[in-house]
């Protein structure tokens, strides 16, 4: 295989002899830039990245418009973890957490803990969410539940992640897909499955895609298709700042003008692009006008 792409590149297959269609994701510069907006312990960095594959392995074999995001929230030391992947191969994610966190994040240790799969474009009111069910200690058999229950259909999921490097693998056995025999390969996917087992972390970090995917199954006669590239890219806009800011209502935006010398600046937790208004923005936000001001990085 010809590697086009080693890093921040989502690549579909499948493995025609046995019938099942798969995902890979290798996320280099676009992580670390995610990783880089906090200092994140290292059990929440893992998890992080983790989640920020995924939420990109999640768009592989679905067609949407807007964005698909991974959210997992908790009454316990990780209060939030945010990861989202658009229709344009845009990710952003962030984590927020208490001072204490425990060496090991097990998400079915975690109390009160919610974590929802939301697809679509919230502005619209276009929106599907499924709740993952959080029985499972990882987030890899977290969501190999819940693609057996809201699909029926078996999945596996491998997911890892260091400060270089987040790097995801989706497989989903297809009846019916994947060559004239895939139906009658009763065997295919308990062998694919057994090949997967062996797959260990360092090799998946450290691997290229195309490598990774000939080295467990080149004799499962690989199909890859075009792949493509993902970024580092933030949703925020001035629009989005402006429409928050109305919500909060004219005696909430002068109180803060008043508290802040006649300007408000709003600072994205994603990217830390900051917006800023002054008295006048204001006055043309509350009268239904655009705001003038420009964005300051």
Known sequence: ME????????HRFLLERAGVRGVIVRLGAAWREVASRAEYPAPLLDLLGQTLAASALLTGNIKFDGALSVELKS????????AECTDAGRLRGLARWNDEVPDTLALSELPQAMMAITIGQAERGQRYQGLVDLSHPDLAGALENYFQQSEQLPARFVLAADDQHAVGLMLQKVPGEGGHDAGQDEDGWPRVEHLTATLGRDELLSTPSEELLYRLYHEETVRLFQPRPLAFGC?????RVEAMLRSLGREEIEATLASQNGTI???CEFCARTYTFDRVDAEHLLSGGAAASSTVQ
């Open 235 to 239: 949703s925020c806009s001035r629009e």
């Open 3 to 10: 590697t086009v792409l080693a890093e921040d590149v989502l």
């Open 75 to 82: 009454k316990g030391a990780l209060r939030l973890l945010f």
């Open 265 to 267: 600046e709003v600072t």
